[in-house]
């Protein structure tokens, strides 16, 4: 058995994150020693270390209780300026040594039964330096799990390249976020014509609106926001997004139309604020930075309902929060409860472990 599992995706957000703490605190739970590391840092302007630049290898670290020492070290950032490096090397000079001996320089001396390795955001990233997802997994022998969000059917055709890349160093697939009206083709339809592909499809995850919704504090951060009220409620979980800018009437029946919501508005509409706090309403999001009116503030205080201010025109914070909510984060232990509980009822961990050659160490701790 390899001590290495490659955590992989067919592209960017697609829940690998999510899907390595599910297995781990599975594994943990089972008794065996796991350790998780990122070996491609992908932020373009800043570090990426766990100490600086990358919130989700932070939060997976902290949520299994890892520390530094504990895990394996960063290959690269990617950057402009390695790319541009990477690209400038003289060919005549002599080969440097495999960007992959760190890890393997790392699993000699560590105590872990299994590294987790969170792999590239897509099948190419870490191409220029030998560190695409399938180069990974023949330098290391190491299984991959394979992420898939699943949007359509035409996920699929990512899900096969996946293959033809990785070989027999694919261990299966886990669908994810498979929205509720497609779950029954996904089970009738792909999953049985991936398996006759020799293609192990693992799980099948179905959308779940916690894992799609974001913390008000998050919000706040992302915004840049300053809190004007309720600062112990930055926990509520929003799901979805309102703009109040019509009339007061029509606001209140479009703002009964969404449950747990954040309600983006002016400043200056009073009259909105108050129609969103008779509502759903799990936060209010007022721009153009005005001073907050105190019938507001008495009223959102007795609902315990947040309120944020916004140095940003109405516009500018839709369209910051819809790439928000596009790029949904897995910051909040709430999340990290709700993923375990799919995996458990839909992940087949039976299949995996042998999928993995990891059945027999579980026995070989059970007996410890």
Known sequence: MSKFLLIGSTEPFSGKSAAILGLAKHLQQQGMKVT?????????TEDCSIEGGDPDMRFVAESLRLTIAQMPPMLLQLNGDSLLAQMKQNPGEPAPEHPIAPLL???E???????????????????LFGLSLAKMAQALQAPVLLISRYHSPLAVDSILAAHTQLGSHLAGVLLNDVPQNQLQQVKTVIQPFLEAQGISVLGVLPSHRILRSISVGELARQLEAEVLCCPDR???MVEDIAVGAMNVNSALKYFRKSEHKAVITGGDRTDIQLAALETSTLCLILTGKLPLDPR?????????????????????TINRIERVFGQIRLHEEVKVRCIQELMSSNFDFSRFYARIDLTQSLVSVART
């Open 105 to 107: 320089e790392f699993v």
């Open 234 to 236: 930055l926990d509520l």
């Open 296 to 316: 507001i503030q008495s009223r959102a205080e007795e609902l315990e309902v947040p309120i944020l201010s916004v140095d940003l025109d109405t516009f500018t």
């Open 36 to 44: 998780y590391g990122k070996p491609i840092g992908s932020c373009m």
């Open 109 to 127: 001396g560590s105590p872990a039964d299994l590294v987790l390795l969170e792999g590239p955001a897509d099948l190419y990233e870490g191409e």
